[in-house]
Every structure is written in C-alpha cells, then in structure tokens.
C-alpha cells in the first residue's frame, strides 16, 4: 500500500502565499510521478501541476502558470507546491496525488491519493 499525506494548507489573504507538503510511504517500486489537483465547493477536481520522477520535468494547469511551483525531494519521498500570488478563486481542498512512471499526466489517471488539505484565500 501506499499513503500519501498532505500539510501545509491554511487561510491566506489574497496576494499571499502558501508553500503545501505531500509525504509519500508505503511500497514504492521504481519511478513515479507526483501531482497536485484541488476541488472547489461544488465543482469537479482539476489538475494543477505535476512533475517526473528523475528528470523534473513538470506541467502546470495554465490557472498556476507563473504562480505556482512544484518540486520534489526524492531521497525523502515529499513533494512540494509552492504557491504564491493566490487569488480568491485558489480556494479549494488541495490533494497530492502518485503516478507509476515518470510522465507527469495532467489527467486524473493517478493510483494513490491523499486526504487533501483545505486552503483558503480570503479577499
């Protein structure tokens, strides 16, 4: 099994930033990509950003273009979205999600999921 586990989410003006942390455990075999979606009250989970396993290669949602960045620590399982310049319209649970592989897919073609962690931008 493999669990992943969210932190790092919270209430922010807008304008601020929020740096969200996704610790990986579990049977890991091989690469895997990481990615992050989120889920608005009343509307359907979208992709945000993702990256490979060893080149670092990433996408991004065009919404987190030029705001958000995602990054990766693999000798210690965790991965990062770094979020900065958040707008009301962020708000929304948060979850970290893995990929068997090394593409970061932008679609919800993920295996294992987090809890999802709440962050909200005030206006």
């Known amino acids: 099994q493999v669990q992943l586990v969210e932190s790092g989410g919270g209430l922010v003006q807008a304008g601020g930033s929020l740096r969200l942390s996704c610790a990986v455990s579990?049977?890991?075999?091989?690469?895997?990509?990481m990615g992050w979606f989120r889920q608005a009250p009343g509307k359907e989970r979208e992709f945000v950003a993702a990256?490979?396993?060893?080149?670092?290669?990433?996408n991004y949602a065009d919404a987190a273009k030029g705001r958000f960045t995602i990054s990766r620590d693999n000798a210690k399982n965790t991965v990062h979205l770094q979020m900065n310049s958040l707008k009301p319209e962020d708000t929304a649970v948060y979850y970290c999600?893995?990929?068997?592989?090394?593409?970061?897919?932008?679609?919800?073609?993920?295996?294992?999921w987090g809890q999802g962690t709440q962050v909200t931008v005030s206006s």
């Open positions: 999600a893995v990929r068997w592989g090394d593409y970061p897919s932008t679609s919800n073609d993920y295996v294992y």
């Open positions: 579990g049977r890991l075999f091989g690469g895997y990509a």
């Open positions: 990256i490979g396993w060893i080149g670092g290669r990433t």
